[in-house]
């Protein structure tokens, strides 16, 4: 018989409203004794008697033996999460930029304190991903995972490739949607996406990196060349985040916009749609696919981690147990495609190739090959100077496998 959760849930926006839906309609065995909320003014469709605004009322209340964080605040959210776990409570959060930021002290705690924090829904909503990669592949040599992590980017893309919206007007639909972060330069500019990939890779490899240490670089300078550019070849356009094996000592991480062909699975994967794909050595190439954003979708991801805890489910982190050598590293060379207005910036990008450079009236782009710790370096310059880069492999005929460095150094 599993046992009762007795449930203080933080944060009633979207994805708790949602958590609270399906909740309603299933008989399991779980109850929600408070929610705290940040705001007391906000109209509620539930009792007020649920609801306070003082989070000890939940982090002190002894019948409570379960968190489910859903806040926006990373700080606050830390906090929330570490006393939890810290005071015998399990958790189950959703916050993807605590999560990536405090990884590796979140996991000390599980350990220090017997503790369990889950956390399925932080990553590409509704596809049940990280305890895929902590327990199906635990065995498997994982080449690498990429995909669809952020909704909002992959949304405004659809459609501006798909029904020639605007970018402002998109924005405004993803966000009235419910899909974008308060702050959508988290979404846009592949900050989101990043920090999805760091907690992914952690299961993959086992190999817990800091956000600040991977590059991301986002659809905000996307212009109408670059689209067009996409259509002429028959390419689509997607924000791309990319966790690879490089050598049985490195592993490389980045999120760039890529230009995809039909082939690839990402390219039909539109609007808020989120996909992972895994390329294992035996099981060759898999497919996750399904709804990364909304209430419903993310809240079934918050309720299967939830029903997990009734069996005292716990990550065992067994890749960071078991791999001792594996490092993270930007030393590897990637084809991209670069539209610049400032003649410069192809200069201090250092290609080590070029194998187009194309320039008509303000329309100059260049293709070629580079070093990522180059882009890294001049990551502000990039953005800047309204400059729009992207991960193009079949531009140049080289595929990212071929072209990382034999001699590749761990920065
Ligand atoms: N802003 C996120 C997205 C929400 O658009 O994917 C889900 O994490």
Do not use: W
């Amino acid at each position: 018989m599993s046992k009762k959760l007795k449930i203080g849930l933080f944060g009633f926006g979207v994805v708790g409203q949602g958590l609270y839906d399906i909740i309603r309609t299933k008989n399991l065995n779980i109850e929600i004794v408070k929610i705290a909320i940040k705001d007391p003014t906000k109209k509620r469709t539930l009792p007020p008697e649920l609801f306070t605004t003082d989070k000890d009322e939940l982090l002190n209340n002894p019948e409570i033996n379960t968190i489910v964080e859903l806040i926006n605040d990373t700080e606050a959210a830390y906090d929330i999460v570490s006393t939890a776990l810290k005071t015998g409570r399990n958790v189950v959060s959703a916050s993807k930029k605590m999560l990536a930021i405090y990884l590796q002290e979140l996991i000390d705690l599980q350990h220090q304190y017997g503790t369990s924090l889950l956390y399925e829904a932080s990553v590409c909503g509704s596809i049940p991903i990280i305890r895929n990669l902590e327990e199906y592949y635990d065995n498997e040599l994982l080449h690498s995972i990429s995909g669809i992590f952020n909704g909002s980017s992959n949304y405004i893309l659809s459609k501006g490739y798909n029904e020639n919206m605007d970018y402002d007007t998109a924005l405004k639909l993803a966000q009235d949607l419910g899909f974008a972060e308060t702050d959508p330069t988290l979404d846009v500019g592949g900050f989101d996406a990043k920090y999805k990939l760091v907690i992914a890779a952690a299961h993959a490899y086992g190999v817990v990196v800091k956000p600040e240490k991977v590059l991301n670089v986002g659809i905000q300078n996307l212009h109408a060349n670059d689209l067009q550019y996409a259509r002429e070849k028959k390419l689509k356009i997607k924000l791309v985040p990319v966790a690879k094996e490089l050598d049985d000592q490195h592993v490389t991480m980045f999120v760039l916009p890529k230009f995809v062909n039909e082939h690839e699975f990402l390219y039909n994967v539109d609007y808020e749609y989120n996909c992972v794909t895994v390329q294992a050595a035996f099981a060759d190439q898999q497919f996750f696919y399904g709804k990364g954003a909304g209430g419903h979708p993310t809240g079934s991801a918050v309720l299967s981690d939830i029903a997990a805890l009734r069996y005292d489910y716990q990550y065992e982190y067994k890749k960071a147990h078991n791999k001792k050598d594996l490092r993270f590293t930007n030393n590897v060379e990637l084809n991209i495609y670069l539209r610049y207005e400032d003649d410069d910036l192809v200069e201090a990008l250092q290609f080590e190739y070029i194998h187009e450079r194309f320039y008509s009236g303000n329309y100059k782009f260049v293709t070629g090959k580079i070093n990522l710790q180059n882009l890294i370096d001049n990551q502000h310059r990039i953005s800047n100077s309204k400059a729009f880069v992207a991960f193009a492999n079949q531009l140049t005929g080289v595929s990212l496998a071929t072209a990382a460095k034999q001699t590749a150094e761990v920065l």
